[in-house]
């Protein structure tokens, strides 16, 4: 059975029982199909029918191998009117909440099967690195996480880790939003000083995007042109194109085809909704996406280590990928990746609505002017003020649903200016212009540093960041070059 000994169903999230079952009935056909013992079926066979009373217990409904817990068949009217009553729907592809506030993430950490980031984890970063937590942390934007205390028992022992994450080039212009994960991991590795590889999924964009090969491989190099002006370190980290690097890569390739080997097509549907008329491509891809969690898809970097434990910081849409991964990780020799998982970004109209790349009202730019910027701010900011000055001076605006609010709490470094503008918002003290016109004096400066230093990235540093190389580290020890 899939990576769930006895004791640990009462603790499981519900798709993490749901994917034993799978496994488990996958188990129990080749044992019947391998005309094995009857003792060791009848074992597998009880094993399956525990699970499946633990399932009920923990959902309050029989297990069906087409309908995933939280995530409804799409062929399956029961499934829509669940998720039309559902207040939240979050997988890779769609972010639902019918709230102003947004996603009630509590909520879904207790789907997902995920721990919160407490206040306990973030003092233990701060006394690991010696600095002070990024203000992701400190704000509950990066909220959750899996196994990050294994990372720092790793860290405080001086046993080496890397970073991993990613972005799907769907499109040449990138949004704010899409920086998050960028500017949280390039702060990451500054303070724990470890290798970065990033994933560039034009394959993904290709199988789900009408683009072709040539449009999905140029948009990853021009994203990547992007997140090389966060900063990153060209010694210590590698950017590559799916197109590009499993066709080189036999130690990325062999771990694709391990994970695929252990994953079913009932996983993959259950996981990610899938049906019978995706293509293949899409099917096989989530292993694709997993394949960076296990260090020996880097020979390059990390030797022939396969023992090096992995930190995925990513939205938690993502979090899906690597349930899948963590199931699969035992299997194959590997250690399960950690998370550290963020909120959503939420578009100009509202916490309740998508950022769209076609639709460029939907948020801010990264190519955007100062003009365009103060223009968006002012007319498409979602306020949470009161329909007059008289009113908003008397109750306050609400800064749960105000966007402005929101995307302070993302960009302004400063925590006593954040809190007193709350405090002012909230009791009518400052108005939504004079909200909006700080978030324009925070966004302006910080769009315009961003394109500088993005004109500084030339097409020969692109190069040199996705050349597979070695960095500045010495994996033939359990150690770090100092």
């Known amino acids: 059975m899939a990576d769930m000994p006895n004791g640990e169903q009462g603790c499981a999230s519900p798709l993490e029982l749901f994917n ?9 056909r080749s044992l019947k199909a391998g005309k094995a013992s009857k003792d060791e079926i009848d074992s597998a066979v009880k094993m399956l029918l525990s699970l499946k009373v633990s399932y009920k217990a923990a959902v309050g409904e029989d297990y069906k191998a087409d309908c995933a817990p939280g995530n409804p068949a799409l062929g399956s009217n029961s499934g829509l009117a669940a998720a039309e009553a559902a207040e939240d729907f979050v997988d890779p592809w769609t972010v639902q909440t019918s709230s102003a506030k947004g996603i009630d993430y509590d909520k ?35 909220f959750s996480h899996r196994d990050m205390n294994q990372i720092l028992d790793a860290y405080e022992n001086k046993k080496p880790f890397y970073l991993y994450t990613g972005r799907g080039p769907s499109s040449e212009a990138m949004h704010v939003g899409h920086l998050i994960p960028f500017i949280f991991t390039k702060w990451l590795q500054d303070v724990f000083n470890v290798p970065l590889v990033i994933q560039m999924t034009d394959d993904e964009k290709y199988l789900w995007k009408d683009l072709t090969l040539d449009q999905a491989y140029g948009y990853a190099v021009e994203n990547a042109k992007d997140i090389i002006a966060c900063g990153f370190d060209i010694n210590k980290t590698f950017i590559f194109s799916d197109l ?23 996983q993959v549907k259950g996981i ?31 030797r022939d280590r396969a023992d090096i434990q992995c930190l995925i910081p990513c939205a938690i849409d993502q979090d899906p990928y690597f349930r899948m991964t963590r199931d699969v990780a035992p299997r194959i020799g590997y250690p399960k990746p950690a998370l550290l998982h963020s909120t959503f970004f939420p578009a100009l109209q509202g916490a309740q609505t998508k950022m769209s790349a076609s639709d460029p009202n939907s948020s801010i730019f990264l190519t955007d002017t100062a003009k365009q910027i103060k223009t968006k701010v002012n007319k498409h900011a979602f306020s949470g003020g009161r329909d007059t000055v008289e009113e908003h001076r008397q109750f306050g605006g609400n800064c749960d649903v105000d966007v402005s609010f929101m995307y302070l709490t993302f960009f302004l470094e400063d925590d006593d200016k954040l809190e007193q503008i709350r405090k002012d918002y909230t ?12 978030l324009i004096e925070v966004l302006q400066p910080l769009i315009a540093e961003h394109q500088a230093r993005r004109k500084e990235v ?15 580290y010495d994996f033939q020890c359990f150690c770090f070059d100092t």
């Open 458 to 472: 030339t097409d020969e540093i692109v190069k040199e960041f996705m050349t597979p190389r070695k960095l500045s």
């Open 20 to 28: 034993s079952i799978a496994a488990q009935g996958e188990l129990v």
């Open 108 to 142: 879904l950490i207790v789907r997902f099967g995920s721990s919160k980031i407490d206040k306990e984890l973030v003092n233990r970063i701060e006394r690991a690195t010696g600095q002070k937590p990024h203000r992701f942390l400190r704000r509950g934007i990066f």
């Open 272 to 302: 990610f909704g899938f049906t019978d008329s995706d293509s293949i491509g899409k099917i096989s891809f989530p292993a694709i996406q997993a394949a960076p969690s296990f260090s020996n898809s880097f020979p390059q970097i990390f």
């Open 244 to 266: 590009d690097y499993m066709g080189m890569s036999p130690g990325f390739y062999k771990n694709v085809v391990k994970i695929q080997k252990h994953v079913t097509f009932n």
């Open 427 to 438: 009791s009518g003290d400052m108005l939504t212009g004079e909200l909006k016109k700080t």
